[in-house]
């Protein structure tokens, strides 16, 4: 075997391997938030489980801008010398604490702010509380770009699960304890705080380093371009709740009590978007390592596998979750909830849009251009406001908008991405499974008492779903026996 077959070998074991990690890791980071969105309705009122909701995405703007932007940022640079990973993690550690201080005050400071601009003051106290989550999460995410820029995905993958674990059982131990909101969001903030103090142990330290630093202009200029562009996308993904609460109505308790139903389906509907988290993970360091090489024929032959397989995979789930909506908020929730069933439906699709820009921007970013990351999501920020203001959850809208703007320009820049044949396909089979759903009858099997048969009911239903799906992908060949012996080589790493 060539050397060059064997380089190729080793990228696709260590993309496979990588894929299976991050993506058990993403499937056990979404348990674990079930496991807290199931556990908080029991413990505390609709309106204190808003207040929660409406929190956490305010912090988690925050979160996900520091913890990605971070985490992103030293990935690209260990990615382009691994010989210089540990002095590049010293320094992005020395970097990330100036910054994470001050952001973390100006959010602690603002929070009355805040509080009266969406005219509840209940919202001050669990605000100040939740200023404890970004100073210690984004350094925690310094030591997930060092382990993602080194592809070490195993060790990242294990303090992710330890992340997962440790927050749900804060949040839900804590809400028990106190049944309160402000107890459920200190127990957030605990959880945090041990997961940094364990990170170094878990992500140890690399072998045949050379000293080196990186440029501070260099380093802030990428990740200020590439904070921007993250904010940007998750004020993106979270306007339709922000505006729920601004809008819906002038009695905070009704505000409140919308927004705990919109939380609740959007926590579902986000599925879409968080089972191809992973693939970002993944993609984010080969494609950075590939471009600033100058490797133009790998560069395009990733996209074009990497937007096949997440357009098919998203499509699939948001299908899935948009055809079952009523059954799936009864089943996670319970009967109030399933008010918001119809929006659920248009919510999943638009998740999956979100989800799509999401992998087109950090392909994007990855190749070294975060500038223009930042300008789609502007732009597809500002039609997700105009159109939400006239019409609350027209966000899938303007995410499709987004999706197209990315795309054009990836084709341009690279001359590869969504192939037409297969998003003609994968919506012939996504007709499919609307079509099987409304032939079965809601009631298959009548054995079980309750919500059991309900939930048992739903198995059956997504079974035989996802089974026409794939009936369709193989007969309008985008399944061929490529992607199967594809999946056999995954088994056998």
Known sequence: MS??????????????????????????????????????????SSELFGIYGFVISIVSIINVVLVTGTQQTVSKFVSEDFRKADSIKKQALKLQTIIASTITLVYFFSAPLIANIFNDPALIRPLQISALIPMFYSLYAVYVGYLNGQRKFLPQAILDCT???????????????????????????????????????????????????????????????????????????????????????????????????YTALMTIAGVTY?????????????????????????????????????????????????????????????????????????????????????ILTTIIS???????????????????????????????????????????????IFKACFNLKSVISVSIAVICMYLVNNILPDTLINLFPGKLNIIINLMFHIGIQTSSYLIALIITRELTSYEFNLIRKVIKV
């Open 163 to 261: 992340y997962s674990t440790l927050k749900a059982a804060g949040i839900i131990i804590l809400a028990l304890i106190t049944s309160s909101v402000n107890g459920a969001i200190f127990g957030f903030g605990v959880a945090v705080i041990i997961a940094f103090l364990l990170a170094p142990f878990v992500s140890g330290q690399s072998t045949n380093q050379e000293k080196g630093k990186i440029s501070v202009t260099t380093f802030l200029k990428f990740q200020s371009e590439l904070l921007g562009a993250i904010l940007v996308s998750n004020l993106l993904q979270r306007a339709d709740l922000i505006l729920i609460k601004k809008y819906i109505s002038t009695d905070s308790v009704i505000a409140n009590q919308m927004a705990g139903y």
């Open 3 to 44: 050397a060059s077959n064997q380089e190729k070998d080793s990228l696709v074991k260590t993309i496979t391997q990588g894929t299976i990690y991050i993506t058990a890791a993403k499937l056990y980071f979404i348990v674990s938030s079930y496991a807290i969105y199931f556990a908080l309705p029991r413990l505390i």
């Open 366 to 412: 990855s190749s070294g251009k975060p500038r223009i990351s930042l300008i789609v999501a502007v732009i597809t920020l500002a039609f997700s406001i105009s159109i939400n203001i006239l019409l609350i959850s027209a966000t899938t809208i303007a995410m499709f908008i987004g999706v197209l703007l990315a795309s054009i320009y990836i084709y341009l």
């Open 274 to 358: 968080q089972a191809i988290v992973s693939v970002a993970f993944i993609i984010f360091p080969i494609i950075s390592k590939a471009s600033f090489e100058q490797q133009k024929d790998e560069v395009k032959s990733y996209i074009r596998q990497i937007t096949k397989y997440t357009f098919m995979l998203m499509a699939l789930s948001a299908t899935v979750f948009s055809s079952n909506a009523r059954v799936v908020l009864e089943v996670l929730y319970n009967k109030e909830y399933t008010i918001g069933a119809e929006a659920l439906t248009i919510a999943a699709y638009g998740l999956m849009f979100f989800g799509l820009i999401y």
